[in-house]
């Protein structure tokens, strides 16, 4: 199996920042695409940022210029550097891993609250 372990999430003011970490594990032989998603209290997930194994990061049109994704492919892992943080981006963030395990699968950590207070 794999598993998704996020970290990093917290408390934080208004124009701060954060760094989140996702480390895959597990029976992996190949990672392909890898991203975060946030789920905001009454709203649906909505996909913040992913990055292909060897590609250009996508962004939503609501954090370009504030985060950045990046991802160390001998460690597999990615993060989400978090800067000028709004409240509008509180929320709990989820890591996603396209992943060749026994099958070629989507997989999900756990989740990570981030809050921005005003």
């Known amino acids: 199996q794999v598993q998704l372990v996020e970290s990093g999430g917290g408390l934080v003011q208004a124009g701060g920042s954060l760094r989140l970490s996702c480390a895959a594990s597990?029976?992996?032989?190949?990672?392909?695409?890898m991203g975060w998603y946030r789920q905001a209290p009454g709203k649906q997930r909505e996909l913040v940022a992913h990055?292909?194994?060897?590609?250009?990061?996508i962004y939503a049109d609501s954090v370009k210029g504030r985060f950045t994704i990046s991802r160390d492919n001998a460690q597999n892992m990615v993060f989400l550097q978090m800067n000028s943080l709004k409240p509008e981006d509180t929320a709990v963030y989820y890591c996603?891993?396209?992943?060749?395990?026994?099958?070629?699968?989507?997989?999900w950590g756990q989740g990570t609250q981030v809050t921005v207070s005003s």
């Open positions: 996603n891993a396209e992943v060749l395990s026994d099958y070629r699968s989507n997989y």
């Open positions: 990055i292909p194994s060897g590609g250009r990061p």
């Open positions: 597990g029976r992996i032989f190949s990672v392909y695409r």
